[in-house]
């Protein structure tokens, strides 16, 4: 199996790189993203997970260990392939995703091409808690889930950062985005902070 592949780029396309290591051109699906930060006739160094078909082997190109170590979590989804996780990977970046995933953003997922909001739900649903604790880091403590009329609870978020941010979504910021300020905030305040406290805070955030 191959694992990592360096040499020079030797053409790229809408969503492939050949890659030539020692005169062989190894050919690669990328994500847009990754794709974006290459140029011809450079030195290029691609983590690579390999896929082996019946007829073929397919070689898959990451920028980095973190957007393939996404790639084989998000194509452990039913109905999710590597041409749809990599479709996500080129408009959502790993801590992007990250935060998509903890702040159960499905409009941030829905922008990906072939991605719709039953597959959305799906992938929500089912890396929800897998993702929660490592977007939160130590800025929330657990709490208990929101209850009936409330906001959509954080997995593993306390109950005044989940209104902090549902505060912010009401001023107009995407789930994602406010979701990332608000937890910024609460490494900022520390534990304890109140709700209005990190809505200041989270705006400070999202100013900077």
């Not at 690579?48 to 007829?55: A, H, K, Y």
């Not at 719709?116 to 089912?126: D, H, T």
């Not at 929800?128 to 929330?140: E, I, S, T």
């Not at 109950?159 to 789930?175: E, I, K, Q, T």
């Amino acid at each position: 199996m191959i694992a990592k592949l360096t040499g020079i780029v030797d053409s790229t396309g809408t969503d492939w790189v050949v890659l030539d290591v020692n005169g062989v051109g190894y050919l690669l699906s990328c994500s847009n993203r990754t794709l974006s930060r290459m140029a011809v006739g450079e030195r290029l160094s691609l983590v690579v997970e390999t896929f082996i078909r019946e007829e073929r082997i397919v070689l898959h190109g990451f920028g980095d260990q973190a957007e393939r170590d996404w790639f084989k979590l998000l194509t452990t989804i039913q109905g999710v392939g590597a041409r749809l996780a990599l479709s996500i990977l080129g408009v959502l970046d790993p801590d992007q995703l990250t935060r998509a995933i903890a702040s159960q953003d499905k409009t941030a997922l829905v922008r990906a091409d072939g991605v719709g909001p039953k597959v959305a739900a799906r992938i929500l649903n089912e890396l929800k808690d897998k993702v929660g604790n490592l977007a939160l880091g130590p800025a929330a403590s657990a709490g208990a889930p929101a209850g009936k009329g409330a906001p959509a609870a954080v997995p593993g978020a306390s109950p005044a950062l989940a209104d902090a941010v549902s505060a912010l979504v009401n001023l107009g910021y995407g789930r994602s985005e406010a979701f990332g300020a608000v937890v910024a905030a609460g490494r900022v305040l520390g534990d304890g902070a109140g709700v209005s406290d990190l809505i200041r805070q989270g705006l400070k955030e999202l100013s900077q």
